[in-house]
């Protein structure tokens, strides 16, 4: 049986999906899911594959002959049309198709809607269409209008002992990124200037579903954190990366920040600098590794902003391993730090372990972390002090404009202050000449 719907009345705008269903009931209603959740989402159908923007084929495995069929309806498709997606029966035997015809833009088994729906998503992105749409093609927002936060992946696979997120939110789950992507281009072409990355574990992004292949502007890209990162890198918006694990793959992202594709800026908790309590964390055991790499990673991209956060008074955190770390403070020279004292989250598996630290020597350790951290951050922006920056304007107070520059994320790092900001307004880019620091921030005036 072989049914191609039928095309109704549409907006111009609307892209249309040319449908061929073959196969038993059972099939049938699957396809008429996917149409009405096509329909319901604006796309229009065509029954001319000529017409159409992207053919769906749903196939039937049934018996050879339907086999056949199936591969001779795909190959139709591609002949007449060449942007073909598969689903159905034969599609749950992927290699049969992709062998047949290498050329199909996806393949999806049987009674998946959601992922023929991706894979139309992913290939033929809906234009927002302002008189049907009730929110705005980038979503509600509750950051200003130029930047969003774009979460990438749910859930975590480490198990850190101090942290019980992995019990709440679950395992890894990335995003697909062709889903992560649109929804950038979305958020750029809605006036956003900065996309801030976000996840548990960013670099992870992809491991859960094994790198897969997705689609974005009709070409494959990989669901890794670094063809994400090149993705994003084209949109002409600043791009930051929130919570990185230091994962060795961190290592690949330096040149991307080198070239400005991103941020030069890694925001990457490392949590100690003692291998005992590291490991007792459950957290790469390496401080010397760890410096060895920061000297690398500032060598390929002497801009990079480093920030970090610790854990102090861990149990059994011995006043030997809390010096470890401060030296490592001295050492590491990062730019932005924020530290913790140890407190226990019930649930937590460091719960268990023997040597609680009083809460007075966890307060007195943070402060001395602090201190130390403070010069190295205060000695930092000194000498940022004579210097030109690029600087995103977030508000402006009669003369006075709040601005960031790429080493300040918005809400956790400083600012730069800049006089005589009368003619900036709020998500507008400026030069400025960098005049004082303090411990946190910068002053500066506007660059002539
Ligand atoms: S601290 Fe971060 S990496 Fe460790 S388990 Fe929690 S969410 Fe995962």
Request: proline residues 6%; glycine residues 8%.
């Amino acid at each position: 049986m072989k049914q191609v719907a039928r095309a109704r009345a549409k907006p111009a705008v609307a892209p249309k999906i040319g449908f061929v269903s073959l196969g038993c009931p059972k099939a049938l209603v699957d396809s008429e899911r996917i149409l009405t959740q096509l329909r319901a989402e604006g796309y229009a159908t065509s029954n001319a594959y000529a017409d159409a923007d992207l053919v769906i084929v749903n196939t039937c495995g049934f018996i050879d002959a339907a086999v056949e069929e199936s591969i001779g309806a795909i190959g139709e498709a591609l002949a007449e049309n060449g942007r073909v997606i598969v689903t159905g029966c034969l599609g749950a035997q992927g290699d049969v198709v992709r062998n047949a015809h290498p050329q199909v833009l996806a393949v999806t088994g049987p009674h998946d809607t959601d992922a023929v729906l991706r894979a139309v998503h992913d290939n033929l992105p809906r234009p927002h269409d302002p008189y049907v749409d009730l929110v705005p093609p980038q979503g509600i927002k509750l950051t200003p209008k130029h930047y969003a936060y774009l979460k990438i992946a749910e859930g975590c696979d480490h198990r850190c002992t101090f942290c019980i997120i992995p019990s709440m939110r679950g395992g890894l789950v990335s995003r697909p990124v062709g889903d992560v992507l649109q929804e950038a281009e979305n958020l750029v072409k809605a006036g956003v200037r900065e996309l801030l990355v976000i996840s548990q574990d960013t670099s992870a992004y992809g491991v859960d579903i094994k790198y897969r292949t997705g689609f974005w502007r009709g070409r494959p890209v990989k669901t890794r954190l670094f063809e994400l990162a090149r993705g994003l890198g084209e949109l002409g918006a600043w791009v930051r990366l929130h919570y990185v694990y230091p994962y060795p793959s961190v290592d690949d992202l330096i040149p991307l920040m080198a070239e400005g594709c991103l941020l030069p800026y890694l925001d990457i908790p490392f949590q100690h600098a003692s291998r005992r309590i590291l490991q007792l964390m459950k957290r790469p055991a390496s401080a010397e590794r760890v410096l060895h790499r920061i000297a690398a990673w500032r060598a390929a991209c002497p801009e990079l902003t480093l920030r970090s956060t610790f854990i102090v008074g861990f149990p059994g955190e011995t006043e030997a391993e809390f010096e470890e770390l401060l030296q490592f403070l001295e050492e590491a020279q990062l730019d932005r730090v924020g530290c913790f004292a140890y407190s226990p989250v019930e649930g937590a598996a460091a719960n268990l372990l023997t040597g609680c630290v009083p809460e007075p020597l966890k307060e007195e350790r943070r402060a001395r972390f602090m201190a130390v951290q403070q010069k190295i951050s205060a000695a930092r922006l000194a000498a940022k002090v004579g210097r030109t920056l690029v600087v995103l304007v977030d508000s402006i107070d009669s003369n006075i404009a709040i601005a960031r520059s790429s080493a300040d994320a918005p809400d956790i790092d400083g600012v730069v202050t800049i006089r005589g900001a009368k003619r900036l307004r709020a998500g507008s880019f400026a030069e400025v000449v960098v005049e004082g620091s303090s411990e946190h921030d910068l002053s500066g005036r506007l660059a002539a």
